[in-house]
T-cell receptor, first 114, second 114 residues
């Protein structure tokens, strides 16, 4: 079974702190994604990566950065956390090049910024 | 650009009743289409997907969906709902040339009455 794990289920941080959210997948997938999920807004793509050290902005990259130094690990960084970044963050991975391949999701990290 | 609309934010059905969740997509060619389910506090899990062939697709947990190109729809159905089906359901469309990215709808929350 594909497993995508996220470092924390719940996280509470203060405004202005630098926040790291870690995601690890164990199926050698090329593609990895970070989404945020807010009520009524569905899933919005923050960043995705299709290879080590490669990244592309998604729909809402402002205030976020990412790092992918190893194939299995994709980190989301909030440079200076703000209260409007309080949200559920979901990581996903998928295999490149296969027709119709779906994304596999982690359990999510619920981040609260005070 | 691709997009997905789930017209129903919230649906309530009685246990044992039939279910249909609506999904309309916008995409210039034949898309990849997915339905995911998210149980409370969990990540998303794939229910089923369409990328070619038979337009009626069977998934896990007794769900099915039908791709109707003329209506740009991919509605999810289940003949008899169980209490454990209460969850949030997301329709997603993936472009065939988009490096594995998918666009998600805003989701439909299903409540099951006993």
């Amino acid at each position: 079974d594909v497993k995508v794990t996220q470092s924390s289920r719940y996280l509470v941080k203060r405004t202005g702190e630098k926040v790291f959210l870690e995601c690890v997948q164990d199926m050698d997938h090329e593609n990895m994604f970070w989404y945020r999920q807010d009520p009524g807004l569905g899933l919005r793509l923050i960043y995705f990566s299709y290879d080590v050290k490669m990244k592309e902005k998604g729909d809402i990259p402002e205030g976020y950065s990412v790092s992918r130094e190893k194939k299995e690990r994709f980190s989301l960084i909030l440079e200076s956390a703000s209260t409007n970044q309080t949200s559920m963050y979901l990581c996903a991975s998928s295999q490149q090049g296969r027709v119709g391949d779906e994304q596999f999701f982690g359990p999510g990290t619920r981040l609260t910024v005070l | 650009a691709q997009s997905v609309t789930q017209p129903d934010i919230h649906i309530t059905v009685s246990e044992g009743a039939s279910l249909e969740l609506r999904c309309n997509y916008s995409y210039g060619a034949t898309p990849y289409l997915f339905w995911y389910v998210q149980s409370p506090g969990q990540g998303l899990q794939l229910l089923l997907k369409y990328f070619s062939g038979d337009t009626l697709v069977q998934g896990i947990k007794g769900f099915e969906a039908e791709f109707k190109r003329s209506q740009s729809s991919f509605n999810l159905r289940k003949p008899s709902v169980h209490w454990s089906d209460a969850a949030e359901y997301f329709c997603a469309v993936g472009a065939r040339t988009n490096a594995g990215k998918s666009t998600f709808g805003d989701g439909t929350t299903l409540t099951v009455k006993p």
